[in-house]
């Protein structure tokens, strides 16, 4: 059995926020006599909050991780659905459930982050079959910290400074590893995350999902901008920009900063038109705000579909391609890259796994 020192040096082995509640899950079940754990964290959309279970494991050795990219929402229990898991996030503090009488099993709750005013939350469920000793919980604080601090180094370097956005460097990472919707039946849950993470890159190429798909915003004449009100207001149109993505798309969504004017989303989502209806919002609520000191301003957007022959540099440039149409055709537009090669306006062929359609 590996010791605590050994689990801590395998948490802070880590340079994926996405692997480290697993590495949480699987050192709580080797270090303390208990059944399971469970990782529940809080997703949010317009308004709604629920909870969705990231990670998994048993004793036995069953369990499973969740993409939040892939997660189907409105399927997810609501916060008041679980009262001793929305106690513990509330109160933050450790919360007992004792289902079967005071001395029988029991799940306890623990808050997985500390901080009430971060955006992050989130619950760790342990099942065990009496109370939790004095010692136990001490372990389980000691390791839950260690997860808040590299939780927190890796949050940092992953976002971009000004907008608090996710950065480019993580879209890279995002592209390789979570996007991962692994092709071979059969591969799932723990195992897929795992094999993400090693996976070497030029085979990771090669095992992206049809339904990711990818989109870029540019803010319209913003060098205008820059020039007409200054780099503090430009600085500030650009925080606004940011916040209006963030409460436009899904939480679960990812958002970036690429540089510049420059953002992109990174969605799952079964449907091309759902997209570009995420997109239009986007659009029109970018359309209709108020800039303080600049009034209005507009964006251009567009998107394509993430295949199995991807890197994010050539998705990237798809996209791109699809704002630039928008540009010249007028700004505050968009568009899906796809749609305009079935139109006949580039001279592309749209690839939709292993098929060609012209």
């Not at 949480?24 to 709604?48: F, Q, T, Y």
């Not at 969605?267 to 209005?296: I, S």
Request: with cysteine; proline share 3%.
């Amino acid at each position: 059995m590996a010791t605590l020192t050994e689990h801590i040096i395998k948490l802070t082995d880590h340079r994926d926020r996405e692997l480290l509640e697993l590495t949480l899950s699987k050192a709580l079940i080797d270090l303390l006599r208990i059944d399971r754990v469970v990782i529940a964290r809080v997703l949010s959309e317009e308004g709604v909050k629920r909870w969705l279970e990231v990670a998994s494991l048993d004793v036995r050795g069953g369990g499973k991780v969740v993409d939040p990219l892939r997660v189907d929402f409105d399927s997810l229990r609501e916060l008041a659905d679980e009262k001793d898991r929305l106690r513990c996030l509330q109160t933050r503090s450790l919360v007992e459930y004792a289902w079967a009488g005071e001395e029988g099993p029991r799940i306890s709750f623990i808050p997985l982050f500390a901080d009430s005013a971060s955006d992050d939350e989130g619950v760790i469920e342990v099942h065990s079959g009496s109370a939790l000793s004095q010692g136990q919980v001490q372990v389980i604080e000691d390791i839950v910290h260690v997860f808040r601090n590299m939780y927190r180094l890796l949050a940092y370097s992953d976002r971009d400074a000004l907008t608090g956005l996710l950065n480019r460097k993580s879209l890279d990472d995002t592209f390789y590893s979570a996007v991962l919707e692994e092709m071979d039946h059969g591969l799932e849950g723990e195992t897929a995350v795992l094999e993400a993470s090693v996976l070497p890159v030029a085979e990771r190429r090669h095992r992206v999902p049809p339904n990711y798909w990818l989109g870029t915003v540019d803010v319209d004449h913003f060098g205008v901008i820059n020039d007409k009100s200054g780099h503090l207001i430009a600085e500030e149109v650009l925080l606004l920009v940011a916040r209006i993505m963030n409460n436009t798309f899904r939480t679960y969504d990812r958002i970036y900063r690429l540089g510049g004017e420059q953002f992109a989303v990174l969605m799952h989502c079964p449907d091309e038109a759902l997209v570009l209806a995420a997109f239009e919002r986007f659009r029109a609520n970018m359309e209709k705000f108020n800039f303080p000191q600049v009034g209005r301003a507009t964006a251009c957007a567009g998107f394509t579909r993430v295949t199995a022959d991807d890197s994010p540099s050539t998705t990237l440039e798809r996209a791109e391609r699809a704002v630039d149409y928008a540009q010249r055709n007028g700004r505050n537009q968009v568009h899906s890259y796809d749609d305009l090669v079935r139109k006949g306006l580039f001279g592309d062929a749209v690839k939709v796994g292993a098929v060609d359609i012209f």
